[in-house]
């Protein structure tokens, strides 16, 4: 019994005829044809009968049919207006589908579910162009969502996981950190979809593991953050000097407060001096 009915190549390709579809580059469309990596995917989000799950990007429906295999009630958001009534078949088909046509990297979050239908799972092949801002989006603006397995193009799963001190770790490393933990990565071939992409993707799994206990600390950290790497080459002192607008005195009076070296790099600082970092930036105003 395979994982989703749309999971190879003939049944992709018979409901694109029947709808006269085609990819559209332009949205990095590529459609999952492994039914062995939609049942990988599916299995590490582990998800219980009834829990509410988001879809970004659902395309035909290929991992949606198996969320909804697995029990979930899946909101799916989708950008493309073609793939409605795809989507619609199979809503009609089975129940506790929810497509909503929208952006989601602009998708006002109450109208994902809220309450006991707020989703607790993101489980995504995402469109590649908005992978990184629609997860992290996700994990700051949804308090609900707990995990999140997904398919991305694999240097943003590098960043997504990378640790200090290595070239993939940056700015959006420490703020996607600062809300949640890479728990598991595995890589998917090219040939797994159709049409194959011109780049190599990964599946990450992403767990919520916020860094501070004072939520309202986050906010300055990004902000840290964002300065810290605005000139990455350079040290922290002129860095946080560019990203913050101030003095290059002012920048080592605030690194050193925090007890950190202003002659060090960005790079080479872990999440928590960077919550030191915000620590100091919110008591300074």
């Known amino acids: 019994m395979p994982y989703s009915r749309l999971a190879n190549p003939s049944a992709t390709i018979a409901v694109l005829e029947r709808h006269g579809l085609r990819t559209r580059k332009a949205l990095g469309q590529h459609f999952l044809i492994d039914d062995n990596i939609v049942g990988r995917i599916v299995r590490e989000a582990d998800i219980t009968p009834g829990e509410p799950v988001l879809e970004i990007g659902p395309g035909i429906g290929t991992l949606t049919d198996a969320l909804l295999g697995a029990g979930a009630d899946v909101v799916a958001v989708e950008y493309d207006d073609r793939l409605l009534p795809v989507l619609a078949d199979l809503a009609g088909e089975r129940g506790g589908l929810t497509v909503i046509h929208a952006d989601a990297v602009g998708v006002p979050i109450d109208q994902l579910g809220t309450g006991a239908a707020a989703p607790r799972a993101l489980v995504a092949n995402l469109p590649y162009a908005v992978a990184a801002t629609v997860v992290l989006r996700f994990f700051e603006e949804m308090p609900s969502l707990e995990r999140a397995v997904v398919m991305v193009q694999a240097e943003v799963a590098e960043r997504m996981s990378a640790r200090p001190g290595t ?119």
């Open 167 to 285: 070239k993939a770790y940056g700015a959006y490393t420490v703020k996607l950190g600062l809300y949640a933990r890479a728990a598991g990565r595995f890589p998917v071939p090219r040939s797994c979809f159709l049409p194959p992409p011109r780049v190599d993707s990964s599946v990450i799994t992403l767990v919520r593991d916020t860094a501070a206990d004072d939520t309202s600390l986050l906010p300055c950290a990004v902000r840290a953050a964002d300065a810290a790497f605005s000139q990455r080459r350079k040290t922290l002192r002129n860095s946080f000097a560019a990203g913050l607008g101030i003095t290059t005195a002012e920048a080592t009076s605030l690194l050193e407060a925090a007890g950190i070296d202003p002659g060090a790099r960005a790079e080479t600082l872990d999440i928590d001096r960077f919550l030191d970092l915000g620590t100091v930036l919110r008591e300074r105003g």
